[in-house]
């Protein structure tokens, strides 16, 4: 089992519609996860993180996480074609020497 | 000018080549990551270190090494290329200050070519 694990997709959503993305975990102790955006050939770009259980809002991206279920999802509101990307789940436990974890990656395709 | 600069940005070369790639960065970060990446597979770390002191294997280590000749700059070699290497490499910085974050900044990348 790896250790963070995503849909590979592709994810395909209307413009405007919500996009939603799945991260799950395998290390209980993790304590800190984090949401990169990364356009085809770029680098990974930080749009999110969040520490502790619940919903965290910036703009038109919300992540949500539960730790009890080792889950950690983004949503992406009123989706644009600029949004289409590949969005990674990164995680991070103190016990593994502060270094992240990262998952393969949802491929997100807005369609106009 | 941007914070993490990474040279060269393409580099095509032999199998049994050693090559270097080079990762300066002026965000003044102790940290310092090198990562490969595989098309449509997620970042794996290769190589760490959290000052110039400190260097940390990470979970592919093999076939590859590191100097961190200052805090602002972080090498990578490959002292026999092989194509399997062949893959995008990203060097990436993060501030100790800022452990409860410890947010990564990420260069623009590598595209490596081992024919």
């Known amino acids: 089992q790896k250790e963070v694990e995503q849909n590979s997709g592709p994810l395909s959503v209307p413009e405007g519609a919500i996009a939603s993305l799945n991260c799950t975990y395998s290390?209980?102790?993790?304590?800190?996860f984090f949401w990169y955006r990364q356009y085809s050939g770029k680098s990974p770009e930080l749009i999110m993180s969040i520490y502790s259980n619940g919903d965290k809002e910036d703009g038109r991206f919300t992540a949500q996480l539960n730790k009890a279920s080792q889950y950690v999802s983004l949503l992406i509101r009123d989706s644009q074609p600029s949004d289409s990307a590949t969005y990674l789940c990164?995680?991070?436990?103190?016990?593994?020497?502060?270094?992240?974890?990262f998952g393969g990656g949802t491929r997100v395709l807005v369609k106009p | 000018d941007a914070d993490v600069t990474q040279t060269p940005r393409n580099r095509i070369t032999k199998t049994g080549k050693r090559i270097m790639l080079e990762c300066s960065q002026t965000?003044?970060?102790?940290?310092m990551y090198w990562y490969r990446q595989d098309p449509g597979l997620g970042l794996q770390l290769i190589y760490y270190s959290f000052d110039v002191k400190d260097i940390n294997k990470g979970e592919i280590s093999d076939g590859y090494s590191v100097s961190r000749q200052a805090q602002a700059k972080f090498s990578l070699s490959l002292e026999s290329a092989i194509p399997n290497q062949t893959a995008l490499y990203f060097c990436?910085?993060?501030?100790?200050?800022?452990?409860?974050?410890?947010?990564?900044?990420f260069g623009p990348g590598t595209r490596l070519t081992v024919l």
């Open positions: 990436a910085t993060s501030d100790r200050q800022s452990t409860s974050t410890d947010t990564q900044y």
């Open positions: 290390d209980r102790v993790s304590q800190s």
């Open positions: 965000k003044g970060h102790d940290r």
């Open positions: 990164a995680v991070r436990a103190r016990a593994a020497g502060n270094k992240l974890t």
